[in-house]
């Protein structure tokens, strides 16, 4: 039986590990971390995702987005209504979330329990007849095999999440809410959570002494219910944004495969990074099964993924350079522009990236 080791037990690598095991590979997957705790906060899953996961087998319980949301501005007032109903008739589906937590436990329970290995520090490529490389933004596989690749580049955001329970106005609309270059999203998730994200340009590595008090004082007098959710948030997550500028030149060295972050690490804003990870798992999974011929099956990977991702970070970081706004003016207009735009033609633009479906058979 053909051997496989995944490095990295991110969705990427657990999807990947999914895929070869449902190929007939003998999967090891390496994980650095010693156990695993509920990490991150909330996710949202496109209707490619949802597709990606379902070809994985993998079943998940997200909340849908449903009902009028969009975009407002710091006060409340709204920019750009959406009928999120109408994704479904433009990508083919509904657009979901759920906690990172709920989803890494679906993608676990796919898997058997012996194939996962815990406290694993990979510095060398492991030997077997396939290597993915799944080890997140700052891989260490990506950097010993493509050592002249840049680092990840910071962006000029730093990010704050958290998961807050419904606010007392009741369920919130899904939405976005800007006030010139700073952001604020509201996700609601099944169970009576909000999933929420708060963004604005700060310097890199800048360490807050309390992450919560430093969201209010920036998001502390937008509108409701953001104050709120904010104060009710028990734990916070502080991350800086960066991502891979150039991506590398090619998703394959030899017998290893670069997959997720770790290939296409790419700005959150278009909320496909974790379903380009997962289309990378499917479309891994599909090339190698059935063939013996690996450096084939390789180089079909590399040549529908690596356009495909390159085209969303590269949209990606369009939209994140149209929130890094700092003079009025030019936010005053971008804001004016959304509000012009028909909502229809919004929500189109933003579904075009969610209409991937897996390939065939090789």
Do not use: C, K
Not at 28 to 36: N, S
Not at 122 to 132: F, H, K, M, N, T
Not at 192 to 213: I, S
Not at 278 to 297: C, K, N, Q, Y
Request: charged fraction near 20%; charge should be neutral; hydrophobic fraction near 45%.
């Amino acid at each position: 039986m053909r051997s496989a080791v995944v490095v990295g037990a991110g969705i990427g690598g657990l999807g990947a590990a999914i895929a070869l095991h449902r190929a007939g590979w003998q999967v090891r997957v390496l994980e650095r971390a010693r156990e695993f705790a509920p990490i991150g906060a909330g996710i949202t899953l496109w209707p490619n995702a949802v597709r990606a996961l379902a070809a994985l087998g993998v079943t998940v319980r997200g909340r849908e987005a449903t009902g009028l949301g969009g975009i407002r501005n710091h006060s409340g007032q709204w920019l750009s209504r959406l009928d999120w109903s109408r994704l479904e008739q433009r990508a083919g589906g509904p657009l979901a979330a759920l906690t990172r937590a709920q989803l890494h436990r679906s993608l676990l329970g796919a898997l058997p329990g012996d194939i996962i290995e815990l406290g694993a520090q990979v510095a060398e490529v492991p030997e077997a007849d396939l290597v993915v490389a799944a080890d997140g933004l700052d891989s260490a596989l990506r950097s010993r095999l493509w050592p002249n690749l840049p680092a990840p580049a910071y962006n000029g955001f730093t990010t704050w999440r958290g998961l807050a329970p419904s606010p007392s106005t009741g369920v919130p609309a899904w939405s976005n809410s800007w006030g010139g270059d700073r952001e604020f999203g509201i996700v609601p998730l099944a169970d009576g959570q909000v999933y929420w994200f708060a963004a604005l340009p700060a310097p890199q590595g800048a360490e807050y002494a309390d992450d919560r008090a430093e969201v209010a004082r920036h998001f502390g007098d937008w509108h409701e219910p953001i104050p709120e959710l904010v104060a009710s948030t028990d734990s916070v997550l502080h991350l800086d944004i960066r991502h891979l500028a150039p991506p590398p030149p090619s998703f394959v060295r030899g017998r290893v495969v670069l997959l997720g972050d770790a290939a296409h690490g790419m700005p959150p804003n278009l909320g496909q990074g974790g379903g380009m990870a997962l289309e990378d798992a499917v479309t891994l999974g599909i090339a190698l099964a059935g063939t013996d011929d690996v450096p084939s099956a390789l180089a079909r990977y590399d040549r529908e993924r690596r356009p495909r991702t390159t085209a969303v970070a590269r949209e990606a970081a369009r939209v994140a350079r149209l929130m890094a706004v700092g003079n009025p003016a030019l936010a005053t207009a971008r804001d004016t522009v959304t509000r012009l735009l028909p909502g229809s033609l919004a929500l189109r633009s933003m579904a075009r990236w969610a209409r991937w479906s897996p390939p065939p058979p090789a």
